[in-house]
């Protein structure tokens, strides 16, 4: 995909509030990449831009060589459905719903019938690791569990680029350490990854780290060949 001159000015009238000023960005399929940034400095603004969560103010987007700046929202939200895993730092289960429901939830509104959609799930929670516990509630599992549950989800849809805002701000180092390594075997296997983190331990595990500052990229670095 490539982002030019992307800039984002929540608001209007005499209360605009620009948050991102004239990005570029360019991320090739299968990379793994860190954002960074002060709080505030518009890491999660790019990020929904990214994801198609949000609408930038001015620039364009390109995916696959196509401008789509000028989408509309259901293409939108289709190309998001196929292609974009989300995962979050509060994770954001369903709280009624078990693991299992909670990992199915995506693909009962992409419409796959019951059987797949429960074979998919099931399948997906294994690959996280959490086969033993499919049917325990949120309440009932850890802050790892919990985020492996909610990349499970992330993944059920076999999406190729997933996109992480702080997946370990809410978890100890050892889980997060585990978690990240999660996030590098799914690299490994081919998706594109990006991750949002303030920590540069976590931002250690990716091949390319992207400092923002007051809604510009003051740092753009490849962190291995
Ligand atoms: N919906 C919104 N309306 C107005 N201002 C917003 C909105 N979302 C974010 N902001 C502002 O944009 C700036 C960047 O926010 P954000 O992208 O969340 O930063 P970060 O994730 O780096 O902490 C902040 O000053 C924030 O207050
Ligand atoms: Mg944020």
Redo the contacts with the bound molecule.
């Keep these: 995909m490539k982002l030019s001159e992307i800039t984002?000015v929540?608001?209007n009238g005499s209360l605009q509030?620009p948050?991102l000023h004239g990005i570029d960005l360019s991320v090739e399929d299968g990379e793994f990449i860190a954002i960074m940034?002060?709080?505030?400095?518009?890491?999660?603004?790019?990020?929904?831009i990214i994801g198609f969560l949000d609408y930038p103010t001015a620039g364009t987007f390109e995916l696959n060589g196509e401008n789509i700046s000028s989408a509309k929202e259901k293409q939108l939200a289709l190309l998001r459905n196929k292609h974009i895993g989300f995962v979050f730092q509060q994770f954001f289960l369903l709280p009624r719903l078990n693991a299992l429901k909670n990992v199915e939830a995506p693909l009962i509104y992409a419409g796959v019938p019951k059987r797949e959609r429960t074979e998919r799930a099931i399948q997906m929670l294994e690959k996280v690791g959490l086969g033993d516990r499919m049917k325990h509630l949120p309440n009932q599992l850890s802050g790892g569990q919990k985020q492996r549950v909610a990349i499970a989800r992330a993944l059920v849809n076999n999406p190729t680029l997933i996109l992480a805002?702080e997946p370990t701000g809410a978890l100890d180092s050892k889980t997060s350490a585990q978690i990240m390594e999660l996030l590098v075997q799914l690299n490994q296997e081919g998706k594109t990854v990006i991750i949002?983190t303030h920590e540069e331990e976590i931002a250690d595990y990716t091949d390319r780290i992207i400092n923002?500052k007051d809604?510009k990229i003051i740092d753009d670095r490849r962190t291995r060949p």
Excluded: E, I
Aim: avoid cysteine; charge should be positive.
């Design positions: 984002k929540y608001g509030v948050v940034g002060p709080s505030g400095s518009g890491k999660s603004t790019l990020m929904n805002d949002v923002l809604g």
